[in-house]
């Protein structure tokens, strides 16, 4: 699979939130975003991982204009979308679509499933008469594995998996070219998880998409992605392909999320060596200075408190932000035990 | 080893408007001193129900049948006032979400404090103390703060550490972890799982883990019990069940699940959805999604027997459990 074409540019995004503390207390500002910058290829699917509260999910919905950054550009072939008027921005929603975590809390329950999967035609494609939409509907409700005569059911008819099936064919159905998925599998059973990953992968080959898939579970990413990225405290830690995340980490914080995976296979998961991450992540409100890893990196020399590491390139469009990511050697057995 | 529990044909079921529902039945396992006893199973599988019914936390439309003997009390036979001089004390329960668990008007400290005092006579002030040495010893920094913080003010993973000091301050015997590291990041749930690990090794502590993830039933479990459509169909010890499973589903979960070391290209799921309880399909009640399913599987239900090395399973099929064999 040759990634040429460049989908999407995002640079130097930023995006704060502010805390209201009391009636008169001025509010804090929350930093959940800061100098994001990579690109996503056409055709590729690209991992996003993190703990809760890295910006994983602020970062797929700024990509979307979901929300506005704050700063910096997100280039959708080459076209600002952050400078786009609302009217145009409504009409680039065809190309950029979104799934989201609970499947069930994302469809309207007084809406029957085929006038959800409709829904995004009636606004983006109003040309379309009755029959055609219907026809449509039927279509990608075929492709995602929905059975026709389920197009007048009600949402709590389902269950969880086939939710999401339906809020996946409510993404495909104005054509997308970008899928951004926030968390699809994480609410179904195991079973049920698999088939859904299939879907997307077998739809991601039919139709071309460009997936990003945001995740806490890092097998799943690794299962799904040609390349993650590693978010920590709403900067970019490392970006590499899955192999290269997988076989050699070079940020810390991505080995040490590694090594937390569990694996489903007793020998190696007694034989296994977890050098666990002590404590919980920083709050994002007052962040340590320099390397915002350092309070939890056993690799942290007193300089990384004061100067905050650039986000390097190395070969092969990685990308790794750590000042010691050179000097740091861990043998492949403390990441995976095996 | 010691037996500290005894769970003989048991059965939860439901009244509804105009129907029962058995959510689950014909458990039967115990539990030995300081082991982990997995019990995996997918939504609706009727795995929390069980346990529910041990701590007497059925829904009022519940009702459990068969046995529970702790030495010589049978836990079902009690009612909630008598159950109440074991529950918390002997046997506790840990859920998924801390956040509902806990009074989210009460302080951290006086709800710890409050089970010393209920429990072991405890005066306030010791109480209190008890409980910052227990928060420290389940591994919160700054438990003195801690304990005067209220639940709101506290991580995901935070709460669940005070979940389970609560638990272990009477140090019961058993305790019951309902999807304890679910809605945790995977770095906080390498901390529970050895806090775990040492519950059992150093305390005795005998754990019962109610999990979906077949990741950390590897890394902690001893034994394992698989149920589907309210049955347990597969039980034995774990490195048995991963490496040569002999329930058709124990093989599609373990097929289902991803593994970080190795890329599969694609997965193998189970096809169909779980059945609904109300509605089980005759015969096995997996046979519908089973790839090895034959004749009889439709019309008589598999009874769980040994199968050797203290194994068992509900299944008629002999053959070989390969996908590779099927196609």
New interface residues.
């Given amino acids: 699979m040759a990634h040429t074409t460049t989908l999407l540019e995002i640079k130097d995004l930023k995006k704060t939130f502010s805390i209201a503390t009391g009636l008169f207390a001025r509010p804090l500002t929350l930093t959940a975003l800061e100098d994001i910058n990579f690109t996503i290829r056409q055709g590729e699917t690209l991992g996003i991982v993190g703990?809760?509260g890295c910006g994983k999910s602020t970062l797929g919905r700024c990509i979307l204009q979901l929300l506005s950054p704050d700063e910096g550009q997100v280039l959708w072939l080459g076209q600002d979308l952050t400078k786009l008027p609302a009217e145009e921005m409504r009409q680039r929603r065809q190309d950029l679509q979104i799934i989201f975590q609970d499947p069930l809390a994302s469809l309207n329950p007084r809406m029957t499933v085929g006038e959800i999967i409709a829904d995004p035609l009636r606004t983006l494609r109003p040309e379309l008469n009755k029959t055609e939409r219907r026809a449509r509907v039927l279509k990608t409700m075929e492709s995602v594995g929905l059975l026709p005569e389920m197009i007048n059911r009600y949402p709590h008819e389902f269950?969880?998996?086939?939710a999401q099936r339906i809020g996946i064919a409510r993404a495909l159905i104005t054509e997308p070219k970008l899928i951004v998925c926030d968390e699809p599998v994480s609410a179904l059973?195991?079973?049920?998880?698999?088939?859904i990953?299939?879907l997307l992968?077998e739809l991601k080959d039919e139709f071309g998409l460009t997936l990003i898939f945001i995740s806490?579970?890092?097998?799943?990413v690794?299962?799904v992605s040609d390349r993650i990225l590693v978010l920590y405290l709403g900067r970019i830690v490392e970006l590499a392909s899955?192999?290269e995340i997988?076989d050699d980490p070079k940020h810390p914080y991505t080995r040490?999320?590694?090594?937390?995976?569990?694996?489903?296979?007793?020998?190696?998961?007694?034989a296994r060596n977890?050098d666990?991450?002590?404590?919980?992540?920083p709050s994002p409100i007052n962040p340590p200075s320099g390397c915002t890893f350092r309070t939890r990196c056993r690799f942290a020399k007193p300089y990384c408190a004061e100067q905050r590491p650039p986000l390097e390139r190395l070969e092969n469009d990685r990308l790794v932000a750590c000042h010691r990511w050179r000097e740091i050697e861990v043998p492949q057995e403390a990441v995976?035990g095996? | 080893m010691t037996e500290v529990l005894k769970v003989e044909d048991m059965s939860v079921t439901f009244e509804l408007h105009d129907s029962e529902v058995q959510a689950m039945r014909e458990m039967n396992f115990s539990l030995a001193e300081g082991e982990t006893l997995a019990v995996v199973g997918?939504?609706g599988s009727g795995k929390s129900q069980a346990f529910l019914a041990i701590m007497g936390l059925l829904a009022k439309n519940g009702r459990a049948g068969g046995r529970v003997m702790m030495g010589d009390v049978d836990l079902l036979a009690l009612d909630s006032r008598q159950l109440d001089r074991y529950r918390g004390k002997d046997i506790a329960m840990i859920f998924q979400d801390p956040m509902t668990s806990l009074n989210p008007t009460l302080k951290v400290k006086t709800q710890l404090s409050e089970v010393l005092v209920k429990h072991r006579g405890f005066n306030q002030q010791d109480a209190v103390t008890t409980s910052i040495e227990m928060l420290e010893r389940v591994g919160i920094?700054e438990p003195v703060k801690r304990a005067n913080a209220y639940p709101h003010e506290l991580?995901?993973?935070?709460r669940q550490r005070v979940m389970i000091a609560m638990a272990l301050l009477c140090q019961p015997k058993i305790l019951i972890a309902d999807e304890p590291t679910t809605a945790l990041?995977?770095?906080?749930?390498?901390?529970m799982?050895?806090l775990f690990k040492s519950l059992t090794e150093d305390f005795g502590t005998s754990l019962v883990l109610i999990t979906?993830?077949?990741?950390?039933?590897?890394?902690v479990a001893d034994r394992m019990m698989v149920m589907y459509g309210g049955r347990v169909v597969e039980k034995g010890v774990?490195?048995d069940l991963?490496?040569d499973p002999r329930h058709p589903y124990t093989l599609?979960?373990?097929?289902?699940?991803?593994?970080?070391?190795k890329?599969?290209v694609?997965?193998?799921?189970?096809?169909g959805?779980?059945p609904s309880l109300e509605n089980l399909p005759k015969g096995c009640a997996f046979h519908p999604r089973c790839a090895f399913a034959f004749d009889r599987c439709l019309v008589e239900r598999p009874p769980l027997r040994d199968v050797g090395d203290g194994r068992q399973k509900a299944c008629f099929y002999e053959g070989p459990l390969a996908y590779g064999e099927v196609a």
Avoid: C, W
Avoid at chain 1, 189 to 195: E, H, L, N, Y
Avoid at chain 1, 276 to 281: F, N, P
Avoid at chain 2, 185 to 191: H, R, S, W
């Fill in positions: 703990e809760s269950s969880g998996g086939q059973d195991v079973s049920i998880q698999a088939q990953l299939n992968s806490h579970n890092l097998s799943v690794r299962h899955g192999d997988y040490a999320l590694l090594t937390a995976v569990p694996i489903p296979d007793p020998r190696l998961a007694r977890i666990a991450l002590k404590g919980e992540i995976l095996v | 997918e939504s920094p991580s995901g993973g935070m990041d995977v770095t906080v749930q390498a901390q799982l050895d979906h993830d077949l990741g950390v039933v590897a890394g774990t490195d991963f490496y599609g979960l373990l097929h289902s699940t991803p593994h970080i070391a890329r599969a694609r997965l193998d799921p189970i096809q959805l779980p």
